[in-house]
């Protein structure tokens, strides 16, 4: 009905367009007023078929089935927040109404009067995004949750107008309608990000396409052109464009490139009216788009930001275009310079300066902005990410009023909330550093107080505390906690004599600092004593409460503070239940604010505490209800299973298959642990637990277990009780509260759901916790509901979530509410009694101020640092004093005479004193050098790196120099090898066709194998299982068994032969194979043979391994430095182990000539023989010495560093040089002088002990020796004598050995020069070899390209030709496949017709018969028209045949024969359908193979060309490069010797001709010649022995091949005797028993024994039905006797009445006649029954003597019943009827069991 009426509202609107358009200017503006009236009727008109209604679409709450709870429980009274964090939630209706979401509630707030209208999301899922129409008359709300809507609403009447439906799956980002109001654009978020446009009036989609795979910001139609849209979002910007094709219009998107620019979310935008886009950025810029690229960013002079952080342009009026940022700025910007600007040629940036400028607050975060629908307004509202609503002005004239904030909200989570035990009032508090107090009754905010630090937790102060209930407690997030005080302002006016404004005023009471960290927890004591706070640091700290809050100490938990709650006056004991967010719960026992503390700490020590570790048991619970719910279905399935036997009255002692069931849910334990949530007492030392994470959807029942001595990070407690949670798997409860009488229970979801739970009064296991209500209020996404509470008079319910919002409800519907609080108001408390007169409370500002512990610990420290000082100055001034005493009694010591004096010994009292002090010292060594570990290490390692880069890289020349000799070895000075690159410049890159050839093989392969299976799984059906059989008795299974093994064993043995014959055949040489070992004979000649052409040749070829180019020789260079160096360094190494023999020679010669001197100190002086020079080690030998040091070196240093710093103020020279050149002098000279002594020293010595010796042999001479003595002494002469001649042997031996070893070496070292001159003439050559391979590098590297292309092409080809090989095997395959299911299909048909059936020749000549069939390609053709072509036809016959014989004989094939069975015939005909298919696609895959050959065919010659092209183009390139090579003069050194180019006997001055040979390859080629002839000698007779051997081999085949023959004849012989046809031996031997041919067997025999059974039971009844069928045929022939008595009977008496009737009147003779002639009538058919019935008895009778043979009469559901004759009775009775009567029919109805009897 919609359908038809729009189209002509449709027309009408359009005429009524173009007629206004057609109008004077003076009636233009008649138009809109016209158009706006054709689409309010069409709006009316399609209304009146779609009228929605809000109270049957919006949310309701969820309640229990079959529960009393009402639905209206809750009635939501008011609302306190803003979301201000959400993007763009902020609307305006119209001058005077605003609308922004608030969880799943949208809000109508009337600014003047503050006054709210709700209206619920109809999803339950809340609310995505809201949008207001141009004409405000309607607005659009489009929802989040599963698959949501987009309703649009009507305004003022708040109607639901229409529905949007299927836009998104899971909520929208933003929804926008165009400029004219006709469209409405959405866009939806993750998973499918959506873009929809909608003919919103008729619920229609236009378009729908994926916008992005990112979040989208804001979607907006362009003001200027209607066909293009702008969408931004996070990091990207995209322009649409509506496009009209042939099937309809079109969105097409071009996303933004930032090119490089950075990339940026974008927030905001303005489309220009040229088509340009002007966007924000985060860094405070603006970027102008044109095209989808940046063609500027515009920032300020200077290239200062347009705007401090994320900057959002949002119209453009009066040539101005106006922007807001987050630093609460609003700014005018030149539009005209803005629409031209170009970026400079040094940098993409354009500068300008804004017109106009607007600071709206310095703490204020703009994000959206909505203008008031007033015509010509200049105001705009604003929304403040800070919790605010700003109504701006931006005329911005003088006369431009400031800013107004019109109202105020916490911005973010709200972090605490509780409500007063005393009246309406409300505190909250929020990280946006305020606290807030409510009056929820009047729906007003009383007061707001800021701090440095947001607020994290909130308590109001119980009666027993405060009695006025204004006391606040409070925490932030620096872990300050401040007490505030709530009092009336206006009460101080009195006294005060100031007019004080507001209604509420909080006034710092005290603050303190007990924790480091923020806040989380606050608790007063159950009597009002003491304070407990609890914080994130891990620490619950006291208090004691008063009028000043003094501490009592702190206890550590096991983690952050989650929760705490103070034991209820029905337990015996004050207790507080501390719960912690890493599941960890601790009960700590009331401290007494009257005991003793320790005065070092806050830290109490001695407090008695329970722990409780959660530990996960969710898994456990799961696995138990899984083990439940499958005893459940056993125990059901088991039941049903003996219903099942009852009724069958069958006892089944069949064991039935138990199902394979699936594996139980493992035991799963989070880690980490899942977090605490809340939770609270149920009895003494019994609480319930929430989990979140893995382990939420239950309430957990814990308790205290009774061991306590473990320690509480290491416990693993379980819970002894849990209760389900309904829908609470994924939606954890996060905070509870009760009403006072403890009768319904209230808590907050994760989700932002409220749930209200009834419960019965002293519930504490909450049995009752069974019905439940709920709502969803909060946002469903990030609106966590962490705090709920109630009123004091449990009238209202107050919640605050993560996502801004606070909500009161009130229990009582709202008519009973205000009744009931008609005079009632919330009441704020008086000021305390002399307020006005004291002084400020000292407030903690810093953050960084020491927490009271931290404070206590510092003046502690301060104090222990204070006495210790003091301890150490007293010990310092006794020891001072000590140190004087002994210093006095040491002098005094000394001015006494020696031999009074005490020795340093003496003096020591004791020395363990001075080993006490040494290992101190030593013990204080260790601990510095542990101190300075690293930086010792450090210097270290500086120090390595100092020598290696400036000593080690220093090649230093060690020179040896003989000791007797002038001979001299020197090491050569090593070079630094350069670092080439030997990797190759020119790799081909992996060809991608050639790799992804197998992928495309694959993937055209892998569809024809599975259509071929498909076709054959569809021919070849496998029979379907048997169910299990019956089961067997165990000599069964034991023969089974034993078959199976036998033939187990037979097909290992077969199996065994198979692969022996495998690796036979394998083994078996082709006919074509020839001998390995010649093979490789040939090979190694071919390679050894070499190419005897030279290089300069003009067809000499490079082979491959001598193929260069320039990587190559670099290599080459490389090598070659590398084998130089190496020589060099090993000759290197042996000089240096030479010099290290010479230094120790030298330092033994010395010790030698001491010997020497010592033994001719002995000696006469005439008998002495003089010593030889002493060599000396040469500075040049050793130069590694100069660069050693020694700290006294180092001293001298700096003293010469010293000297030369001073005198450098008169003398402007010296230097670091100059410096070492005066250090090495004066080291110089000293090793001289030291030198000198030595030298001198052993003279002297030798010469003082000459003379001593001396003067003791003259003292001796002057008395007599005795003959003993002399000769003593001739032998102690002879000795010396040796002694001295063998040490200056020795030395002369030494000396002589290494002059001979250094001799050896430089005749060695002058060797390897020469060697190295050559390599140096190789490496010469080697070089220019590689300039002029870099010369011909362009030339190589351009003929590489081609070879790379040609190598490409080749792999293509390649590539293709191996696809078309495998393809063509494919193919191949498929023909097999084919042929064996046409085999298969013939076998299938003789299997059909079977042995002996006599229509076997039609059906296969119909079945075999060729007949033209129709394409399948061709069918859908024909039906078009019935034009006759010869190419719709496939005929499969050669022959042409006429129209009307072909349709005959088709009409004949179609014929069943007469007597043939229809079925039969139908399958043959299917059957012979098949084959022809089969046929068919036999032909065209044998068409398919033809063609891969063709193309295969084609691809070997293309690849045959490409690989000869290749060749000539490489060989071609080696050959000019070799030819070039060629060109290079080589330096070859040779001796006279060696030339045996001789002309006329002499050796000509011309060397060019001659060629130049290796002595040794010439000596081997004339060898080779001579083991060449031999060899072929060899290789003859070795031919000869071959022949005669292949033709033995060749008359051994023959006699196998006959014995093969003559053994498969005998064997089939034997299968043919034995079984009578061919069998397959192998499939015989591996036959194994089959179990289910032994179970058939087996219920063969069972059911035959039934069988045998039962026919016992027929074959009795049948005796009893024969023995009833004689008694009833003895009973009928007795009445058919008696019946044909009763006839002659008759017969005489009709005779004897006719008699008399004659002698009779007439009067009676017409109606007797007609009478008796229709009795006659009766009776004579009634014996023509009974004769049948006879008749039927009979035949019945004799089938029935046929034993085992039932077969029915074929006519006897035509036999009438038979009538029941007479009895014996009744014949009595027919008897004494009257002669005359006839007699009557007797109908009688027969029992079933004797119908069945008869």
Request: glycine share 6%.
């Amino acid at each position: 009905m919609s359908e038809e009426h729009t189209a002509p509202v449709g027309e009408e609107a359009e005429s009524t367009q173009t007629d206004s358009q057609e109008n004077t200017e003076g009636h233009d503006s008649e138009n809109p007023v016209m158009e706006q009236e054709a689409e309010e009727e069409s709006d009316k008109q399609l209304f009146s078929e779609k009228n929605y209604k809000y109270e049957e679409l919006h949310s309701r709450p969820f309640i229990t089935p079959d529960s009393e709870i009402p639905e209206n429980l809750l009635h939501l009274s008011h609302s306190f927040g803003y979301d201000s964090g959400r993007r763009g939630n902020l609307q305006l209706l119209d001058d005077r109404t605003l609308i922004f979401i608030a969880g799943n509630l949208l809000i109508l707030l009337d600014i003047p009067t503050k006054e709210q209208k709700y209206l619920r999301s109809c999803s339950g899922g809340g609310i995505g995004n809201i949008t207001a129409h141009p004409c405000k008359e309607f607005f659009a709300v489009a929802e989040k949750g599963n698959f949501p809507n987009i309703i649009v609403y009507e305004y003022p009447s708040l109607r639901p107008y229409r529905i949007l439906r299927g836009g998104t799956e899971k909520a929208y980002s933003c929804v926008d309608f165009n400029q004219d109001g006709k469209l409405l654009a959405s866009v939806g978020s993750e998973p499918d990000y959506m873009l929809t446009l909608w003919n919103w009036r008729q619920e229609e989609v236009i378009l729908s396409c994926k916008a992005i795979s990112q979040d989208v910001f804001r979607l907006s139609f362009s003001p200027y052109n209607p066909g293009l849209l702008t969408s931004s979002g996070s990091g990207h910007i995209k322009f649409w464009k509506m496009a009209g094709t042939f099937t309809g219009i079109k969105l097409q998107g071009l996303i933004g490139h930032f090119g490089n620019t950075t990339t940026t979310d974008i927030e905001g935008y303005v489309e220009l009216p040229d088509g340009k886009v002007v966007s924000g950025s985060a860094w405070g810029n603006l970027l102008l788009w044109e095209g989808n690229g940046i063609k500027v960013e515009i920032c300020r002079k200077g290239g200062r930001n347009c705007h401090t952080g994320i900057v959002q342009p949002f119209t453009l009026e009066d040539g101005q275009l106006m922007t807001f940022g987050s630093d609460g700025v609003v700014r005018g910007w030149n539009f005209e310079s803005i629409d031209i600007a170009d970026s400079s040629s040094d940098s993409s940036r354009f500068e300008m300066e804004p017109l106009n400028e607007m600071v709206v607050g310095h703490h204020v975060h703009l994000t959206s902005v909505v203008k008031s629908p007033l015509p010509e307004s200049n105001i705009w509202f604003a929304q403040d990410s800070s919790g605010a609503i700003w109504k701006l002005d931006l005329s911005l004239t003088y006369t431009t009023p400031d800013p107004e904030c019109l109202f105020t909200f916490h911005a973010g989570p709200i972090q605490g909330l509780d409500v007063s035990r005393k009246s309406h009032l409300m505190a909250t508090t929020s990280a946006d550093c305020s606290v807030k107090v409510f009056d929820y009754l009047s729906k007003r905010e009383l007061t707001t107080s800021r701090f440095n630090l947001g607020g994290t937790a909130v308590r109001w102060a119980p009666p027993l505390v405060d009695q006025s209930g204004g006391l606040l407690v409070t925490g932030f997030e620096d872990g300050v906690v401040r007490l505030l005080e709530v009092f009336n302002p206006q009460r101080l006016d009195a006294l005060s004599g100031h007019c004080r404004k507001g209604d509420a005023r909080l006034n710092l009471k005290q603050a303190f600092k007990p924790h480091n960290a923020p806040v989380t927890a606050v608790a007063y004591e159950r009597n009002g004593e003491i304070l407990a706070t609890g914080s994130s640091d891990s620490t619950v700290f006291f208090f004691t409460v008063g009028e000043k809050y003094n501490p009592i100490g702190f206890v550590q938990v096991p983690g952050p503070v989650q929760a705490l709650e103070w034991s209820p006056h029905s337990h015996s004991e004050n207790r507080l239940l501390i719960l912690c967010q890493n599941g960890h719960v601790v009960e700590v026992q009331s401290p007494d604010p009257e005991a003793q503390r320790p005065t070092k700490t806050f830290q109490l020590p001695e407090q008695t505490s329970r722990y409780f570790r959660f530990r996960s048991i969710k898994s456990q619970i799961k696995r138990e209800e899984e083990i439940a719910r499958r005893q459940a279905v056993k125990e059901q399935k088991k039941k049903e299973r003996e219903e099942r036997m009852k009724e069958s009255m069958q006892l089944d002692t069949e064991e039935e298959e138990e199902e394979e069931e699936e594996e139980l849910p493992s035991i799963y334990i989070p880690n980490p642990p899942s977090p605490l949530y809340c939770g609270f007492y149920s009895q003494p030392g019994q609480f319930w637990l929430s989990m979140g994470g893995f382990d939420s959807g239950y309430l957990y029942h814990c308790k205290f277990s009774e061991e306590q001595a473990q320690d509480p990070k290491q416990r693993q407690d379980e819970p002894f009780h849990f209760l389900p949670i309904h829908n609470a798997d994924e939606d954890p409860i996060c905070s509870v509260t009760f009403s006072s009488d403890r009768q319904l229970l209230f808590c907050g979801m994760h989700s932002g759901c409220i749930r209200v739970y009834p419960l019965q009064s002293g519930d504490h296991s909450l049995t009752s916790m069974q019905a439940y209500w709920a709502l969803s209020v909060h946002d469903n996404e990030y609106g966590h509901l962490w705090h709920i509470c109630c009123g004091h008079d449990d009238h209202f319910v107050l919640t605050a979530g993560d996502d801004g919002n606070i909500f009161s409800f009130s229990l009582l519907p709202p008519e009973e509410l205000q009744k009931s609080l008609l005079w009632t108001r919330a009441r704020v408390p008086s000021p305390r009694v002399g307020l006005e007169n004291e002084a400020l409370a000292k407030d903690i500002e810093d953050p960084a101020a020491y927490s009271i512990e931290t404070a206590k610990q510092k003046l502690e420290k301060d104090r222990l640092r204070r006495e210790a000082d003091l301890k150490i100055a007293a010990k310092q001034k006794k020891l001072a004093e000590l140190q004087k005493k002994f210093k006095q009694l040491l002098n005094k010591n000394q001015s006494l005479p020696e031999h009074v004096r005490l020795t340093p010994q003496e003096l020591q009292l004791d020395h363990r004193f001075s080993e006490q002090t040494e290992r101190l010292k030593a013990q204080r060594v260790r601990e510095v050098r542990k101190q300075m570990a690293w930086e010792e290490e450090r210097c270290d390692v500086a120090l390595r790196k100092v020598q290696d880069w400036f000593r080690d890289s220093l090649q230093t020349v060690v020179t040896v120099v003989a000791i007797r000799t002038d001979h001299r070895i020197s090491t050569y000075r090593l070079p630094v090898l350069a670092e080439l690159s030997n990797q190759p410049r020119h790799q081909s890159r992996p060809d991608r066709g050639a790799a992804a050839a197998p992928e495309r093989r694959r993937s055209r392969a892998e569809p024809e194998n599975d259509g071929s299976k498909l076709e054959e799984e569809e021919l070849l059906r496998q029979p379907k299982p048997r169910p299990a059989g019956v089961k067997l008795g165990n000599r069964q299974v034991e023969r089974l068994r034993k078959i199976a093994e036998k033939a187990e064993q037979a097909r290992a043995k077969i199996e065994k032969r198979k692969k022996e014959w495998a690796q036979l055949y394998a083994e078996k040489p082709s006919e074509n194979c020839e001998d390995p070992q010649d093979v490789q004979a040939i090979r190694e000649a071919r390679e050894s043979i070499g190419d005897l052409k030279l290089k300069s040749a003009k067809d000499f070829t490079v082979p491959k391994h001598l193929r260069m180019n320039t990587e190559r020789k670099r290599a080459q260079l490389i090598g070659l430095e590398e084998n130089l160096r190496g020589k060099q360094a090993e000759m290197n190494e042996r000089i240096m182990v030479l010099r290290d023999s010479k230094v120790r020679l030298v330092s033994q010669l010395h010790a030698q000539a001491q010997q020497v001197q010592r033994v001719q100190r002995r000696l006469a002086a005439h008998l002495c023989r003089p010593p030889p020079a002493l060599p000396n080690v040469l500075p040049e030998e050793t130069p590694e010495k100069r660069l050693h040091y020694s700290k006294a070196t180092l001293e001298r240093y700096r003293v010469l560093r010293e000297k030369s710093l001073q005198t450098m103020d008169h003398e402007e020279q010296g230097g670091v040089t100059t410096l070492l050149e005066q250090l090495e002098k004066q080291m110089e000279g000293e090793e001289g002088k030291e030198e000198e002594r030595e030298e001198e020293g052993t003279p002297s010595l030798s010469a003082s002990s000459v003379a001593r010796e001396e003067e003791e042999t003259a003292v001796e001479e002057g008395a007599e020796l005795s003959d003993l003595e002399e000769e003593l002494g001739t032998e102690e002469e002879i000795r010396l004598l040796h002694e001295q001649d063998r040490l200056l042997e020795q030395m002369e031996i030494s000396v002589c050995e290494f002059d001979a070893k250094l001799r050896l070496l430089r005749h060695e070292k002058l060797r390897l020069d020469w060697q190295l001159k050559q390599a140096d003439l190789c490496q010469l050559t080697l070089y220019q070899e590689l300039m002029l391979l870099k010369e011909f590098e362009r030339t190589e590297e351009s003929l590489q390209e081609k070879l790379n292309d040609q190598l490409k092409e080749e792999s293509t080809v390649k590539s293709k030709l191996e696809g078309c090989i495998e393809e063509l095997e494919l193919m191949q395959g498929e023909i097999a496949k084919l042929e064996k299911r046409k085999k298969a299909l013939n076998v299938a048909f003789e299997a059909m017709l079977g042995l002996e059936n006599k229509f076997e020749d039609e059906l296969t000549r119909v079945f075999k018969k060729k007949v033209k069939r129709v394409k399948k390609n061709e069918q859908t053709e024909s039906k078009e028209g019935e034009e006759d072509s010869d190419d719709d036809f496939d005929w499969d016959v050669g022959g042409h045949h006429d129209s009307d014989t072909d349709e005959e004989e088709a009409a004949q094939d179609c014929v069943c024969p007469p007597g043939c069975d229809p079925d039969l015939f139908e399958e043959t005909l299917q059957l012979r359908e098949r084959r022809l298919e089969l046929e068919e696609l036999l032909a065209e895959k044998k068409k398919s193979a033809e063609a891969l050959q063709t193309e295969c065919d084609t691809f070997a010659k293309k690849k045959k060309s490409l690989k000869s092209r290749w060749k000539e183009a490489s060989d071609g390139l080696d050959r000019d490069k070799q030819q070039k090579m060629n060109e290079l003069d080589v330096v070859v050194p040779l001796r006279l010797d060696q030339i045996e180019f001789v002309s006329n006997g002499s050796v000509p001055t011309d060397l060019s001709p001659a060629l130049l040979l290796d002595k040794k390859e010439l000596t081997r080629l004339q060898e080779r010649t001579e083991q060449l002839s031999l060899e072929k000698s060899e290789q003859r007779d070795l031919y000869c022995q071959a022949g005669q051997h292949h033709v033995r081999l060749i008359h051994d085949r023959k006699d196998m091949e006959a014995k093969i023959h003559m053994l498969e004849e005998q064997c089939s012989q034997l299968m043919m005797t034995k079984f009578g046809r061919l069998v397959d031996l192998e499939a015989l031997m591996t036959l194994s028993g089959s179990r289910t041919l032994e179970e058939l067997k087996q219920e063969k025999l069972l059911r035959e024994t039934a069988y045998a059974k039962e026919i016992k039971q027929w074959d009795a009844k049948v005796d009893e039905a024969r023995q009833a069928l004689m008694e009833v045929t003895r009973c009928n022939t007795e009445r058919l006797l008696s019946m044909t008595r009763l006839l002659d009977q008759k017969k005489d008496l009709e005779n004897k009445l006719n008699a008399r009737q004659k002698k009779k009147g007439r009067q009676f003779q017409d109606n007797r006649s007609r009478v008796d002639q229709e009795e006659i009538q009766r009776l004579q058919q009634q014996v023509k029954i009974q004769s049948q019935q006879a008749e039927e008895l009979r035949r019945e009778i004799y089938h029935l003597s046929l034993k085992g043979v039932h077969v029915m009469p074929p006519n006897q559901a035509q036999m009438p019943r038979l009538t029941p004759l007479l009895t014996s009775a009744h014949c009595t009775h027919a008897g004494r009827r009257a002669p005359g009567r006839p007699p009557r029919q007797v109908k009688a109805q027969q029992s079933p069991s004797k119908q069945g009897a008869n």
